[in-house]
């Protein structure tokens, strides 16, 4: 049956294009949590993070009109927020919380999971991993984040970044090996 194959998606899109806020805040509850952790790639404040999604939200809604429909949603909105997360950048010159400010966020969370010693090894691997991912460039940064932390798939995010599939990966493995000699550096 065509049910089967329905997407709410399209039809949230449809009425949110319209006016429709309640449509939109189903978008947003979509995607908010990988909203956040693009704009945490690029801002390394929980904080900022937290507004930069929302701002950006805000800004897609009031430009749903000029939304082309057979875009894809998120890919539409990751330009905004990107965007915006740059101008953040730019404009209030943030400078990036280290994540191991956010570690004890972290360990509540994998404490739950393991006890062991194996997890205080992993949590301290974890700690060295973030700290060298902020000592690449933002674009490097995002592209790790996207891929291997929310494990978005390569053909998004040739989508997302305007890209061929192979420019994806060429990029994802130089940021990897600049990540690679980053954490050597720390260890």
């Known amino acids: 049956m065509d049910d089967v194959d329905h997407n709410p998606e399209a039809d949230w899109i449809r009425l949110a294009r319209a006016g429709d806020k309640e ?33 950006a939200f805000a800004k897609a809604y009031g430009a749903m009109k000029k939304f082309d429909p057979s875009r894809r949603f998120f890919t539409w909105y990751y330009a905004i927020l990107r965007n ?13 919380i280290p994540f191991s ?11 739950s999971d393991d006890q062991t010693d194996g997890f205080l090894y992993r949590s301290e691997i974890h700690a060295v991993v973030w700290k060298a991912l902020w000592k690449l460039g933002a674009d490097d940064r995002q592209l790790i984040v996207a891929r291997d932390i929310l494990e978005t798939p390569y ?33």
């Open 23 to 55: 449509a939109f805040g189903k978008l947003v509850r979509l995607y908010m949590h990988q909203a956040y952790y693009v704009a945490l790639g690029f801002l390394g404040s929980h904080e900022d993070a937290l507004d930069a999604s929302q701002e």
């Open 84 to 96: 915006h997360c740059l101008n953040m950048l730019r404009r209030k010159s943030i400078r990036p």
């Open 101 to 111: 400010e956010l570690q004890p966020e972290i360990q509540a969370r994998q404490a």
């Open 155 to 187: 053909s998004v995010l040739a989508e997302l970044l305007d890209v061929p599939l192979g420019t994806v990966m060429s990029r994802l493995y130089l940021a990897r090996r600049r990540l690679r000699s980053a954490v050597e550096g720390l260890l």
